[in-house]
């Protein structure tokens, strides 16, 4: 299960999306992830998926590996769409379980829900295929740049996420090496039930936590060996110039934001999968 978690890694590969500015590519998962929630009808969800499938050729990141990181979340998935399930009420009844019901309405909210989900996770997981943690952190500096003029440390904010990203495939690697050895050692993290498989986690964290926390004072400790102070008067050696591609990119989200937008207020509700 630790290995199939992706979210934060990059996938090097040469694509028109890997070479795309990265303050495109946050604007334009920012706007995907809000349009997965502008509609309600078939014709919306087509639009999306056929979208998000020119998005991953684009990208040059194999399917598979993909799909791979949604193995971690497969349990929240469940849990959302056994929730949709029951607690809508409207429509016609479809089961009935003593005095829980699953209706026709449930049921399009969970399949709805699900999607979304999974789209949102796949959508999101592509930025950080596509774009190293320093370009990210460039990005989001560049991006929150105005609000320097209200005080806000812009550039170390965008530097502790960059760092918060960093340390995500890092700290799974090490997580891995110590479940490892502790499983060399006659420990058993497989068998029981969901309670017992977490209690077995618990003597992991302890050295999971003594690790990072080295692991950050090393860190801290090479960035003052180098003389950082933060970003007031530093310079970039690849500062972040729009090129043609992106400005096509920008027309290209703006124009499928404008096709969702569209479909949700005109597209006649009754239009459903059920």
């Given at each position: 299960?630790?290995?199939?978690?992706?979210?934060?890694?990059?996938?090097?590969?040469?694509?028109?999306l890997?070479?795309?500015?990265?303050?495109?590519?946050?604007v334009s998962?920012?706007?995907?992830?809000?349009s997965?929630?502008?509609?309600?009808?078939?014709?919306?969800?087509?639009?999306?998926?056929?979208?998000l499938?020119?998005?991953?050729r684009?990208?040059?990141?194999?399917?598979?590996?993909?799909?791979?990181?949604?193995?971690?979340?497969?349990?929240?998935?469940?849990?959302?769409?056994?929730?949709?399930?029951?607690?809508?009420?409207?429509?016609?009844?479809?089961?009935?379980?003593?005095?829980?019901?699953?209706?026709?309405?449930?049921?399009?909210?969970?399949?709805?829900?699900?999607?979304?989900?999974?789209?949102?996770?796949?959508?999101?997981?592509?930025?950080?295929?596509?774009?190293?943690?320093?370009?990210?952190?460039?990005?989001?500096?560049?991006?929150?740049?105005?609000?320097?003029?209200?005080?806000?440390?812009?550039?170390?904010?965008?530097?502790?996420?960059?760092?918060?990203?960093?340390?995500?495939?890092?700290?799974?690697?090490?997580?891995?090496?110590?479940?490892?050895?502790?499983?060399?050692?006659?420990?058993?993290?497989?068998?029981?039930?969901?309670?017992?498989?977490?209690?077995?986690?618990?003597?992991?964290?302890?050295?999971?936590?003594?690790?990072?926390?080295?692991?950050?004072?090393?860190?801290?400790?090479?960035?003052?060996?180098?003389?950082?102070?933060?970003?007031?008067?530093?310079?970039?050696?690849?500062?972040?110039?729009y090129?043609?591609?992106?400005?096509?990119?920008?027309?290209?989200?703006?124009?499928?934001?404008?096709?969702?937008?569209?479909?949700?207020?005109?597209?006649?509700?009754?239009?459903?999968?059920?």
């Amino acid at each position: 299960m630790i290995r199939d978690i992706t979210i934060g890694q990059y996938y090097p590969a040469k694509s028109i999306l890997h070479r795309l500015d990265p303050r495109v590519k946050l604007v334009s998962t920012l706007l995907y992830l809000v349009s997965l929630f502008l509609f309600r009808s078939i014709a919306g969800y087509l639009v999306a998926t056929l979208f998000l499938i020119g998005i991953i050729r684009l990208s040059r990141v194999p399917f598979g590996y993909i799909v791979k990181g949604l193995k971690p979340v497969i349990m929240l998935l469940m849990i959302t769409v056994v929730f949709n399930l029951f607690l809508k009420k409207e429509g016609e009844v479809l089961v009935h379980i003593w005095r829980l019901s699953i209706t026709t309405a449930g049921l399009r909210n969970a399949v709805y829900m699900a999607i979304r989900l999974i789209y949102l996770i796949i959508g999101s997981s592509l930025m950080t295929f596509t774009t190293t943690p320093n370009e990210l952190t460039d990005g989001i500096e560049a991006l929150l740049n105005p609000l320097n003029k209200i005080r806000v440390p812009v550039h170390e904010v965008a530097m502790m996420m960059s760092i918060a990203l960093r340390f995500i495939p890092i700290l799974l690697e090490e997580t891995d090496k110590i479940m490892k050895a502790q499983q060399a050692r006659g420990a058993d993290f497989e068998s029981g039930n969901i309670i017992q498989r977490a209690k077995a986690m618990i003597p992991i964290l302890v050295p999971l936590f003594v690790s990072a926390f080295r692991r950050a004072n090393d860190l801290a400790m090479a960035m003052e060996a180098r003389c950082y102070r933060g970003g007031e008067g530093r310079t970039k050696m690849k500062p972040l110039r729009y090129k043609g591609r992106d400005r096509a990119a920008y027309v290209m989200i703006a124009v499928y934001v404008a096709a969702v937008v569209a479909i949700g207020r005109y597209v006649p509700l009754k239009i459903w999968i059920f």
